[in-house]
């Protein structure tokens, strides 16, 4: 018989939340205020929020990079799990919605461990590479425009430490990659990233069906070197 997956609909959903979910007081305060922005369908989950913070603490990051900074309520979730000494580049193009996560970082207390660089990804991320943070990233997050994701990749996996965490959102893109012949443009995007980090040997991947779908991201140190 073969091994299934479970699904998990609404109702699962709602209990795995409820004998799960911890949402942090701040988070969840900048959440309930994004909540009636018109774009606050680009929030990540609070489940995949705690899961972030989880990640940080696990792989003892000190030194992060957030591509979409939205309102700030990611970024917190990656502070949180940083020790005093911790620190995240924040990037995103938005005036608007960062004067947002600047004022939510400060009430969180955590704005001290964060860089904000408001402008394009694709000026301010060489520029990284420019000031010599070439392999120097603990954990990386993806999040911003699904059109510039390979491009996004592909400067992260420099930026990245060997053995460094790279996270990246919406890579099932509410499951219409399986859609043949899909004219939803983001959706044509993601199939095409998907199949790049498929074929780049220089990471591990998982693919995990959570929220909107994210992929983690492992790139690989000393120690793989039999293997690439
Ligand atoms: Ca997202």
Known sequence: MPIESITVNEK?????????LRENHFLEMVRKRTETHPCAKMLITPEQAQFMTMLIKLIGA????????F????????ALGLPEDGKIIAIDRSREWTSRALRHWQEAGVDDKI???????MVLIPALIDEGHTNTFDFIFIDAD???YENYYQM????????GLIMVDNTLWRGSVIQKDTE?????????????VFEDNRVDITVLPMADGIHLIRKKGEADELDI
């Not at 000190?62 to 900074?69: A, R, T």
């Not at 992260?156 to 060997?162: D, E």
């Not at 939803?184 to 790049?196: G, W």
């Open 115 to 121: 860089e904000l660089r408001v402008g394009e990804g």
């Open 184 to 196: 939803d443009l983001s959706a044509k995007q993601l199939k095409s990233f998907n199949r790049m």
């Open 146 to 148: 699904k059109k510039n």
């Open 62 to 69: 000190k030194k992060c990079l957030e591509i979409g900074v």
């Open 12 to 20: 699962l959903l709602a209990y795995i939340t409820s004998v799960s």
């Open 71 to 78: 309102t700030g309520y990611s970024t917190l979730a990656t």
């Open 156 to 163: 992260a996996v420099t930026l990245c430490k060997p053995n």
